[in-house]
């Protein structure tokens, strides 16, 4: 069936590192992609998304781009900053309107 | 224009009990979904209301079970608790039931059964 895995966490940066979370998914036929995010003590926000095959999704400095030769949704942002310290989840959505999240990575970012 | 609310934000029951979380979408929002958020885990689909009907359903037993009313609000009840449904319940809304956009996650109830 249809799965996600991503990384496991916690990885810990300093400001202004680079990041890197990565995603994998299972899927058949192209399903769309998304990255939410969950600030401490509050609801998943869709942070970007992406729904076909070599679309970059963007938002906030974060950046993924859907690449179905590796079935691959990494996240990235090139200077993190200590409020992007949250768990971020990678999640795909296919033929029903469900989305399938991976189980979540915590980023800390210190000063 | 307020987001997606859900309440209570945290209760414990006790194992055998029965449990309702509410709902309430986001202003213009017309289908609601309901996941459960196990610790360390990411977030499970349980099911899906639109028209005030189930219109799709995850991998869980019949003791989960909701409700939409017309006014889109909806509950999720849960019977006979066992410990592992301790967990962190997300309602979420969109409009329409094929409609591609943004999903809007509420805060959350947490449930503790001891």
């Known amino acids: 069936g249809n799965s996600v895995t991503q990384m496991e966490g916690p990885v810990t940066l300093s400001e202004e590192a680079f990041l890197t979370i990565n995603c994998t998914y299972t899927?058949?036929?192209?399903?769309?992609l998304f990255w939410y995010v969950q600030y401490p003590g509050e609801g998943l926000q869709l942070l970007l998304k992406?729904?076909?095959?070599?679309d970059k999704g963007s938002n906030k400095g974060f950046e993924a781009t859907y690449r179905k030769e590796t079935t691959s949704f990494h996240l990235e942002k090139g200077s993190v900053q200590v409020s992007d310290s949250a768990v971020y989840f990678c999640?795909?959505?296919?033929?029903?309107?469900?989305?399938?999240f991976g189980t979540g990575t915590r980023l800390q970012v210190f000063p | 224009d307020a987001g997606v609310t859900q309440s209570p934000t945290h209760l414990i029951k006790t194992r055998g009990q029965q449990v309702t979380l509410r709902c309430s979408p986001k202003?213009?929002?017309?289908?609601v979904s309901w996941y459960q958020q196990a610790l360390g885990q990411g977030p499970q689909f349980i099911f899906q209301?639109?028209?005030?009907?189930?219109?799709q359903r995850g991998n869980f037993p019949d003791r989960f079970s909701g409700h939409q009313y017309p006014n889109y609000s909806s509950e999720l009840n849960v019977n006979a608790l066992l410990l592992g449904d301790s967990a962190l319940y997300l309602c979420?809304?969109?409009?329409?039931?094929?409609?591609?956009?943004?999903?809007?996650f509420g805060e959350g109830s947490r449930l503790t059964v001891l």
């Open positions: 979420a809304s969109r409009t329409g039931l094929r409609n591609t956009g943004e999903l809007f």
């Open positions: 899927a058949t036929g192209y399903p769309s």
């Open positions: 992406a729904t076909k095959a070599d």
């Open positions: 999640a795909l959505r296919h033929n029903t309107d469900k989305l399938i």
């Open positions: 202003s213009g929002h017309d289908t």
């Open positions: 209301y639109y028209e005030e009907e189930e219109r």
